[in-house]
């Protein structure tokens, strides 16, 4: 059903279709996506319900103070759009409400696109992320580097953004519209570098532009036409495209700035040779089946992997080079919370948060629109909103929303199985502790396990920690970290007994080490 209050649109969904494009994809995949192929709309989830308002309200202030004419977001959450809304309107004559089919122009969110087809490549054996750019891209060639020792740019440079370009966010934004000749024109001449390739991050719309050449080049047909078949087809996401002036206009979110106080409409910049950086153009639901399938990579399992792209090389977009740095988490809670350690991955972000864990996440700015996306894989949610002012990213709503949903414990952790060799040494941890000595581990130590404390020394420290401790509850169950690691911490008379247990890489599995500690109660 639909219900509208002036220019917000609110969407909520009772059915979920199972399989788009006429049913056209292969039947594992839409099997696997079925809760994110949704025709209008989203189902709410109910647990997100008595957040809403809060949610709603952040939006709404963002929009507000960012002047913004329209505006989508959305909450995916265990493989399907638990929550969408559309406020304020997609264009300005007509002021057509914003809906969840509301077409917006992506920019640089666009590049994940890219960084997946590079890979996707790579399990073809089409190319190796090691390999010379130039090798697909002639005219690089004859490039003069900034030193006589600089490496030349590999493909993996480009995706990280350590190929020694210049921050081109204003100029290369404004490329989109090149033609394939200029950009060839372009390449043969040369750029001035910034830095030595491979010295440090520097973020490069350039650069993600020769991706989309070494696309084309490698798959023997357009990089367009390669993201279209290897990704947006497969996954259903029927609407969105990167010729934007093929697309249904009273679908489109027109782009526009704000200067002088008043609102002037952008351009409208057709295909070009910069695509492969920030081109693309998606409605909220089709991009919530992109980030469904993201999300559906972890945790790693057995079972079909039927997707697009392989669970593994999703993952990979993860792996960010070791240019860390400590950044500010994004939005209100950001002066309050811990640092983050950040790093660029393949394409997104890549960030530890104390609070949220593991997070992707990357804007889009471009003359007209401003967006955002942020997934937390730990927890199998992802946060998006797409605008249509000039610059205008969501990123601090989106923020703020998944801090909403971790202080109400609606985030909630895939914890890693307890294989059964770490349940098996568990149960012999509980024995140990019982008996006061380490009898019940005979034959089953590793070498180093005797070298670094002897049977007469854990009599003496077991004494000791049963003194302290008193009465224990031995049967909490352990916590894995690992299928070879896992922690534990027993309720005791006087406070927790606190422990590790950590498995040797031999064959059969023996103990490399275990750790006991008491806490006092207070």
């Known amino acids: 059903m639909k219900k509208r209050l002036g220019h917000t649109t609110l969407f909520r969904f009772d059915k979920v279709r199972l399989c788009g494009m006429s049913c056209t994809m292969n039947r594992p995949l839409a099997l696997i996506l079925a809760a994110a192929l949704v025709s209008s709309g989203a189902v709410q989830a109910q647990s997100l319900n008595p957040l809403a308002p809060d949610i709603d309200a952040a939006f709404a202030k963002f929009q507000a103070d960012a002047h913004v004419p329209g505006l989508v977001y959305g909450v995916v959450q265990d493989g399907k759009l638990s929550y969408v809304k559309g406020i304020g309107v997609q264009d300005l004559d007509a002021k057509r409400p914003v809906t969840p089919d509301t077409l917006f122009r992506i920019a640089s969110m666009t590049k994940a696109f890219t960084a997946l087809s590079i890979l996707s490549l790579r399990d073809k054996g089409k190319l190796r992320l090691d390999d010379l750019a130039e090798n697909y891209v002639p005219e690089m060639k004859g490039w003069t580097y900034p030193t006589s020792d ?56 350039f650069g993600y532009a020769i991706l989309g050449r070494i696309i084309a080049k490698a798959s023997g047909m357009p990089y367009r036409t390669y993201v279209e078949r290897t990704l947006l087809t497969p996954l259903g996401t029927t609407s969105s495209g990167f010729e934007v002036i093929d697309a249904p206009k009273d679908r489109r979110a027109i782009g526009y700035r704000w200067e002088n106080d008043a609102w002037a409409e952008e351009p409208t910049m057709r295909d070009g040779a910069f695509n492969a950086m920030g081109g693309l153009q998606v409605s909220a639901n089709d991009y919530a089946k992109w980030i469904a399938f993201l999300l559906s990579a972890w945790p790693p399992r057995d079972g079909p992997d039927a997707g697009p792209v392989k669970r593994a090389t999703v993952r990979e977009v993860a792996q960010g080079l070791n240019f860390i740095s400590v950044a500010q988490r994004t939005g209100t809670s950001g002066p309050t919370a811990c640092r983050q350690a950040l790093a660029y991955g393949m394409a997104w972000r890549v960030a530890q948060d104390c609070d949220l864990g593991l997070t992707l996440a990357h804007g889009g700015g471009y003359p007209g629109y401003g967006s955002h996306v942020m997934l937390m894989p730990d927890y199998g949610v992802g946060i998006f909103a797409l605008s249509n002012r000039t610059y205008a990213g969501p990123s601090a709503p989106a923020w703020d929303s998944a801090v909403l949903m971790h202080k109400a414990g609606l985030l909630k952790r895939t914890e890693p199985p307890v294989s059964p060799a770490l349940a098996d040494f568990y149960g012999l941890t509980g024995q140990v502790y019982a008996a006061g000595n380490i009898a019940s581990l005979e034959g089953r130590v590793a070498m180093n396990f005797p070298l670094d404390r002897t049977a007469e020394n854990w009599a003496k420290v077991l004494a000791d920690l049963k003194a302290k401790s008193g009465s224990c509850v031995t049967t909490t169950p352990i916590t894995a970290t690992g299928a070879m690691s896992g922690t534990f911490k027993w309720p005791c008379d006087k406070g927790d007994v606190q422990g590790q247990v950590l498995l040797a890489p031999t064959h059969p599995i023996t103990l490399q080490s275990l750790r006991f500690s008491f806490v006092a109660k207070p």
């Open 150 to 205: 600089s490496p030349r740019i590999r493909i993996r440079d480009l995706l990280a953004h350590v190929g020694g370009f210049v921050t081109d966010d204003p100029w290369g934004d404004r490329q989109q519209i090149l033609s394939q000749e200029d950009f060839t024109k372009m390449l043969k001449a040369g750029v001035p570098f910034s830095r030595v390739p491979q010295t440090a991050h520097e973020y490069s719309n």
